[in-house]
């Protein structure tokens, strides 16, 4: 490491060449003031505020650009700095209200107080909503302004508060040009930029258009950023003292952002994005800053509800959990009760819901929505690697040579992973995008390759032929640290590049192209989601992947790797820690008779050997009577699974039904029995997100009404059937549960947990967490490649249904809409099903965009709107899985992948018609 000594104050500082003079009085403790200059921002030195003074150097130089040099003698707080600072302060209150700056009583000012030292003034003194935070009151306070010299010349603008989320004042704005800096450096989108010139200059859009016009994703980086109260949120406005801050882990997606939740009266009034942590470094997407108000919801269920008579009646929480256990007590030790867990839960609550299933119970009927989603992956990569998980860690990616986002709109699901992958674009990386729909990703890709839904395999395995033929493959990795090559050499034989273009779509020249891209420029990182799994050969797909990074040599290594991107979050965790029916925790075999042996030691049981009925196929064991009872905590098949008419059939032919949710949903209306849970604002508790971190989820606000933490209820249940081994007090003595049994969670603590998350294999309270797998061999010992042929999606166009669709996400919602539909804003911007189809096929059947449609495939109907696009290619349409009122899930194939019994979700063959 460079260093360089210099001396600020008399104080000697050292810190690594390269770093600026601010930086160093930052690490020195040595307070300089600033407005433009913010730590995720190329250093700009606009507002002059910095200033220092350096000896044998001319002027006064802005601290924040000026880099450190070795024997450099610096000062901040002369006499003369002071007076410049304060000419410069004064002169940016010309155009900004000041009597906020220089009140004495402003701590503890609220909206419409008359100011004792201004009372002679009809203006009230709090003309700033963000009074009491504000970046200018800090630096006022610090140069000791009381008294403004020049005077204000108020540009009366009017305040725009048309926008979902926060309102712009920009009569408070200073021009520091944060935000607009942050929306192009971080956010990669450049949605906003300075307007008009000189005294009249301003942050805006071109031509005056709305937000959402101009491609702003409202993820608040912009709010977040703002010194002053120019931009904040309308939840937060005048609340400038919360009772108290928070920091938990979001409950949407699978990146585990940090965010601090800062409560007043028991509500959540605004949201930071946590900067020091691993995870997400100060960022966020749409639903993480603004998207929890479903936590306030007045349609939160608060009592448990009985079904009598066809009809809900609020019931106590003891005579539901009698009738429960009366009724569950009939099924035990049989196959006739299965329970369907949560990946919107904990992971203590995961354990407790598999170890019910297993222990009182005594079946291994348990699964959850990781069946619809990563099971594939879990298969795959435990076949070829030995473990079924992300091999590397979020914030690598940045580092990456080349990227190859296979199957996965990243910057719609994953908006925080999708910032690394600019970061990593602008670095110099190659990007590489297949995606049959032109995703956002397409405009700063290297090469887009647009291949047909479900050709996945002859893609890559194209791909492989090519970094074979072309001996652009690392042979001594292969050699070293893999078996099988030549039997998968042997099949590639299959994919010529004429066959290959002739599958795909795509052009042979382009295909061979990419794979040289993806071969020379490594470190190189594969990332993929559900465009790869949810098909009837998604397995395949994810060992086609596989058989990818071995050949490179991309795994084991820093910032490559393969890397799917779980969709919600706590996916990866309920997978951990046993929510399915062939594992309990870590993956630890049900069939295997010693580590079942060491199971029912420890729950003092005996444990049944036989695996479990998937997900996939516990409705048609519900539809033909070998399921009679369901316990199902947080999910929503109804809305989730594919042809959502036979799951909902079959709920109905359950004797019983316990539903565990939040909100009265789809499912829970089928119930006999509804109970209320908590939100993640309400429990304590632990996610494991995408990279295998485990981070705390803490406890923000009281229950609301009579809603109980899933945990307890799991635990109230089980002793109320006489079970032992639930008597814990607390998610932590769960937790060391967990870590006992489970030796990739072995060294995991909640103390350990307060200072940020671990990665797993984390084996003993010593152990660092794991950054990246696979270093020095696989899981499993050698990596296995995987011979493979093309199978085509089992449901393909014909004349009567002669296109195909394919599902996905927005990022304004969230999977069934269960949370995000509870969000006014969000639903203001994204608050109906689209269907997006080419303008080609909209034109040959007489579609308008705009147009209501009725989209029909084997399995049902549903109507939407029509959005005629580009994105979608000829031949494809596509809508996302939010919309109960146009349930895409009617329409979707069950079939499954014979391995990881994974539905077709992504292709099946329908017909779209105008509605007139």
């Not at 209150?93 to 030292?117: A, G, K």
């Not at 990593?424 to 990386?429: E, Q, R, S």
């Not at 061979?512 to 799994?533: D, K, W």
């Not at 997100?689 to 485990?694: A, D, I, L, P, Q």
Request: proline content about 6%.
């Amino acid at each position: 490491m460079d260093i360089v000594k210099l001396t600020i104050d008399g104080k000697e500082v050292e810190v690594e060449r390269g770093a600026t003079v601010l930086d160093a009085t930052t690490k020195a403790g040595i307070y300089i003031p600033t407005l433009c200059y913010h730590p995720d921002l190329t250093p700009f030195g606009a507002c002059r505020m910095c200033l220092v003074e350096i000896e044998k150097m001319r002027g006064f130089p802005p601290s924040c650009t000026t880099p450190a040099t070795d024997g450099m003698v610096v000062y901040t707080d002369t006499e003369q700095i002071q007076q410049l600072r304060q000419g410069i302060m004064e002169f940016i209150l010309t155009e900004h209200p000041h009597p906020c700056l220089t009140c004495h009583r402003r701590e503890r000012c609220e909206p419409f107080d008359v100011c004792l030292r201004h009372a002679a003034v009809t203006e009230r003194c709090v003309l700033c909503p963000k009074n009491g935070r504000c970046e200018l009151q800090q630096v006022a306070d610090y140069l000791k302004l009381e008294e403004i010299t020049l005077p204000y010349e108020s540009r009366k603008l009017p305040i725009e508060r048309d926008e979902p989320f926060f309102v712009r004042d920009y009569n408070l704005c200073i021009l520091c040009g944060r935000c607009i800096r942050i929306c192009a450096e971080v956010r990669g989108l450049g949605a906003i930029a300075f307007i008009f010139r000189g005294h009249q200059a301003l942050p805006g859009t071109a031509f005056g258009r709305s937000l959402k016009d101009a491609d702003c994703r409202f993820c608040g980086a912009c709010v977040d950023a703002c010194p002053t109260g120019a931009l904040m949120e309308k939840s937060a406005r005048w609340y400038t003292c919360p009772d108290r801050e928070v920091v938990t882990t979001c409950p949407y997606c699978g990146v585990g952002c940090q965010l601090k939740l800062e409560i007043r009266d028991e509500r959540i009034i605004r949201v930071d994005p946590v900067r020091d942590n691993s995870t997400n470094w100060g960022q966020a997407c749409v639903k993480g800053k603004f998207g929890l108000d479903f936590v306030h919801s007045p349609e939160r269920l608060t009592s448990p509800l009985i079904r009598e008579n066809g009809e809900f009646r609020e019931a106590s929480w003891d005579e539901a959990l009698d009738l429960i256990a009366s009724k569950l007590s009939q099924y035990q030790q049989g196959t006739e009760f299965a329970t369907i867990s949560s990946a919107k839960c904990t992971n203590e609550e995961n354990y407790l819901v598999q170890k019910f299933a297993r222990a009182v119970m005594g079946t291994n009927n348990v699964d959850h929505c990781a069946r619809l989603c990563h099971s594939p992956t879990v298969a795959g990569l435990a076949t070829a690697f030995g473990s079924g998980a992300m091999t590397n860690s979020n914030n690598e990616i940045r580092d990456a040579g080349c990227i190859f986002a296979i199957g996965t709109n990243t910057t719609e699901n994953h908006p925080v992973i999708a910032l690394e992958i600019v970061r990593a674009v602008n670095n110099g990386a190659k990007l590489l995008v297949a995606n049959p729909c032109e995703i956002d990703l397409c405009r700063k890709a290297d090469i887009w390759l647009r291949h047909r839904p479900g050709t996945d395999v002859a893609l890559l395995m194209g791909m492989a032929r090519v970094i074979v033929d072309e001996d652009l493959l690392d042979k001594e990795f292969i050699e070293e640290r893999c078996e099988n090559f030549d039997e998968f050499k042997d099949s590639l034989k299959a994919f010529g590049l004429d066959r290959v273009s002739q599958i795909t779509g795509v052009p042979a020249a382009t295909i061979a192209e990419a794979a040289r891209v993806y071969a020379t420029h490594g470190p190189s990182s594969i990332l993929y989601a559900m465009g790869i799994t949810q098909h009837s050969h998604g397995t395949d797909n994810v060992l086609a992947v596989a058989n990818l990074a071995m050949l490179t040599g991309s795994v084991g290594k820093p910032s490559s790797g393969i890397n799917p991107l779980r969709g919600q979050n706590n996916v990866q965790g309920a997978c951990d820690l046993g929510a399915l029916p062939n594992v309990y925790t870590g993956y630890q075999q049900v069939a295997n008779a010693e580590v079942r042996a060491k199971f029912e030691s420890a729950w003092g049981c005996t444990l049944p050997a036989e695996p479990g009925i998937v997900l996939t196929d516990m409705f048609h064991a519900m539809d033909e009577g070998r399921i009679k009872a369901l316990y199902l905590m947080g999910e929503n098949p109804v809305l989730s699974d594919p042809d959502a008419k036979h799951v909902e059939e079959a709920l109905k032919k359950l004797d019983f039904l316990v539903v565990q949710d939040i909100f009265l949903t789809e499912t829970g209306r089928l119930a006999d029995v509804v109970l209320p849970g908590v939100s993640f604002a309400e429990r304590e508790g632990t996610f494991t997100n995408t990279e295998r971190r485990v981070q705390r989820v803490r406890k923000a606000i009281d229950p609301v009404g009579d809603s109980k933490p899933d945990w307890q209820i799991i635990c109230q249940m089980a002793k109320q059937m006489g079970a032992k081994g639930f008597a814990f007090t607390s998610p932590s003595e769960i937790m060391e549960e967990i870590a006992e049994l489970t030796p990739s969670y072995g060294g995991i603590t909640y103390a350990r947990l307060e200072n940020g998350g671990l990665q797993w294999p984390c084996p003993d309270r010593k152990h660092p967490g794991t950054k990246y797998l696979h270093a020095e061999k696989f899981t499993r010992g050698r990596g296995r490649f995987a011979p493979l042929e093309y199978k085509p999606p089992r449901e393909e166009p014909d004349g009567d249904y002669p296109l195909v669709l394919t599902t996905g996400r927005s990022l304004y919602q969230f999977h069934t809409g269960t949370m995000t539909r509870k969000v006014g804003g969000l639903n203001i911007l994204r608050g109906e099903e689209l269907v997006e189809m080419n303008p080609q096929d909209a034109g040959a059947l007489g579609i308008a965009d705009g147009d209501k449609v009725q989209v029909t495939s084997r399995r049902g109907k549903v109507t939407a709107k029509a959005k005629v696009t580009e994105g979608s290619p000829k031949g494809v349409v596509f809508m996302s899985i939010h919309f109960a009122e146009s349930a895409v899930n009617l329409l979707t194939n069950p079939v499954l992948d014979p391995v990881a019994k994974i539905p077709e979700l992504k292709v099946c063959a329908v017909r779209v018609e105008r509605v007139t």
